[in-house]
């Protein structure tokens, strides 16, 4: 009985000796015992009373069995909601209520802060040693299981968006969704059962579970799987990787080490980078390093991923590349396709495009036209060469004095300037001009800025309306996880700043 996800990923490990996961401390965990692992787990899955199409809630440590855990989901015909373990108990409480689990896995140090908000669902609990109520399940439970026959367009996961503005919503993502997505990346960046990932990300995130996982899952190869981005262990395990994916801090934060050079980079085929802009200058100062290009690529929780930059070819530094094989994206602007080098909303379509939000038809409709394009939020442009640039969110585009104004090329001048390591620019409340562009500056290490002197030096490079009419120095731009700005956060700190 076909399980379109499991089969194409999970099934094969069963005849599989050689290892899978490689663990911080160096032990393996071959294929076959991984596969025995998603057994018991779906076994004591199905023992909990998870059935087909319901929601399996995960607030759980990165480890073998976590990841267990999302396979054995899939192989109960169930649907996986891994949830960021940053969130709190009323966070919480808002996704269990929208999504309706029948179990809830939490760490064991939680259980009782959460026991509340878990009060309409099954609570058990798990940890990044495979201790806990789940864990003892999954030890007795027996290392074998039919999967529950599933169809393309069946529920696999339901991942809700980061929601930096409003209520967070669940991306309904189907098998065929997944399993095109890991396919396309497999084939686009060349993955080989020799392949051996250095695995640092989070997997309650589509980076970390979908495109890291399911493409090294898709092609047989191994991960190195690290409960985070920590250097030391970093910098000890990438001698015996082939491929990293990360977001662009990890790259900086090699980069900040003086132990990471060329030598040590010399043997890896492929350095990826997503889920957040990656400087230009990170781009260039890494290839300056190591002599690795890296190659960054671009998507969303709604979509997987939508384009990359080529394997081979030009990697072309601040651009996100091309759609990816079978994904269709355009550009538009009042309803028609902009000429390339304008700026407008960014849409996709293809395999990879979720099927709604859970529970959510009207901000479905919003955002995902009937024809099957979707609206992702996002502004670009597109250069002569087809290459995309990612221009910013709709929701940061400054309007000031009537002008439209992307953060993103302030940002780039910004950078350029004496002494600016990065900056972030956002649009504040403005007496005159509604909003006022506003600049956060980082300096660089051991360096002193003076705001007035780097708005100086924008007088001749930026149209006078482009300018920020006031700077304030950081010494970082406060991020989340995934390496993503938060400009949320920066234009509440400073929302009162041009008040009267
Ligand atoms: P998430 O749904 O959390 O994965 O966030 C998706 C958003 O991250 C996208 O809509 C983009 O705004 C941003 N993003 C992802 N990859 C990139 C990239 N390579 N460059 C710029 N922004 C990116």
Known sequence: MPNPLYDALFAPLSLRDSRLLILPDGSEISGAAFHAMIA???NALRAAGVKPGDRVAAQIAKS?????????TVATGAVFLPLNTAYTAPEVAYFLDNATPSLFLCEPAKAASLAEVARNTVLKTLDSKGGGSFGADLAAAAPDFAPEPRGP?????I??????????????????????????????WRFTPADVLLHALPIFHTHGLFVACNTVLKTGGSMIFLPGFEIETVLRMLPRATAMMGVPTFYTRLLDDARFDRALAAHMRVFISGSAPLLAETHRAFEDRTGHRILERYGMTETNMNTSNPYDGERRAGTVGFPLPGVQLRIMADGVEVAPGAVGGIEVRGPNVFAGYWQMPEKTAEELRPDGWFITGDLGQRDADGYVQIVGRAKDLVISGGFNIYPIEVEMVLDEQPGVLESAVIGLP?????????????????????????????????????????AVILPELPRNTMGKVQKAALRKTYEGWFKP
Do not use: I, W
């Open 153 to 157: 367009a069946d529920l696999a996961a």
């Open 159 to 188: 991942l809700y968006t980061s929601g930096t503005t409003g209520r967070s919503k669940g991306a309904m993502l189907t098998h065929a969704n997944l399993l095109s997505n890991a396919e396309t990346l497999a084939d686009l």
């Open 64 to 72: 073998p069995e976590a990841l267990a855990v999302y396979a054995a």
């Open 430 to 470: 403005h007496p005159d001009f509604g909003e006022a562009v506003f600049a956060v500056l980082v300096p660089r290490k051991g360096e002193t800025l003076d705001p007035a002197q780097v708005l100086d030096g924008l007088r001749d490079r930026l149209a006078r309306f482009k300018q920020p009419k006031a």
């Open 40 to 42: 018991r787990a779906a």
